[in-house]
């Protein structure tokens, strides 16, 4: 089991950046894809980047792709979403998640996903 803690919220104006941080404890970090997933007031959650075991395989919601880019450091059991050029339509909470995995490629449906964290508030104002 791994427990998943995200950090690195808070209050933006639009244009700019924050970057959130998952750090996670438990068995091995990189036997995991991991993922970011948000979700808005009233709106589902939604896949916004995932990043493969080793860390060479990413993939991102068409909607954040040039803005946000997601790392990991399996040295520091930690997860990163560099989010920049924030807009207010970026508003939700974030979710970091874990997913067991033999292959080295990021994915992007939330159900195979087995781990998620308490998330972290992002509000970008107009």
């Known amino acids: 089991q791994v427990q998943l803690v995200e950090s690195g919220g808070g209050l933006v104006h639009a244009g700019g950046s924050l970057r959130l941080s998952c750090a996670a404890s438990g068995r091995t970090f990189s036997i995991y894809v991991m993922g970011w997933f948000r979700q808005a007031p009233g709106k589902e959650r939604e896949f916004v980047a995932s990043?493969?075991?080793?860390?060479?395989?990413?993939y991102s919601e068409d909607s954040v792709k040039g803005r946000f880019t997601i790392s990991r450091d399996n040295a520091k059991n930690t997860v990163y979403l560099q989010m920049n050029s924030l807009k207010p339509e970026d508003t939700a909470v974030y979710y970091c998640a874990a997913a067991p995995s033999r292959s080295v490629l990021a994915i992007t449906l939330a159900r195979l996903y087995e781990y998620w964290g308490q998330g972290t508030q992002v509000t970008v104002s107009s």
């Open positions: 990043i493969g075991r080793l860390g060479e395989s990413t």
